[in-house]
């Protein structure tokens, strides 16, 4: 699962992809500058950027899967995964990932 940014003439999109791969969750930026990607990503309702981080909201994240049961459950050892290495805000509520800027 990542979260892919990426535009044409100055206007960015943010969007949710593979998200059916919870082993991998990025941001990628195609194209597109941060502040460009920051703008997109949070009218998305997707996160915010914080250097080479994003922050990405799990809520949003959530709603983007097919909400199958092992789907969930796949999601949810995920989010478990990054709290257990810090990745996670206290509440829970946003998760941190890498970018990878092309």
């Known amino acids: 699962m990542f979260v892919l940014v990426s535009g044409s003439d100055g206007e960015a999109l943010a969007s949710v992809e593979d998200q059916g791969n919870l082993r991998q969750l990025h941001t990628e930026f195609r194209g597109v500058g941060d502040e460009a990607a920051a703008v997109a990503m949070a009218t998305a309702g997707l996160g ?55």
């Open 48 to 102: 915010t950027v914080d250097g080479d981080h994003a922050w990405l909201d799990a809520g949003a994240l959530r709603a983007a899967g097919d909400g199958s049961e092992a789907w969930v459950t796949g999601f949810d050892a995920m989010l478990a995964y990054a709290a257990g290495k810090g990745w996670t805000s206290e509440d829970g509520a946003r998760v941190r990932a890498h970018i990878v800027r092309s």
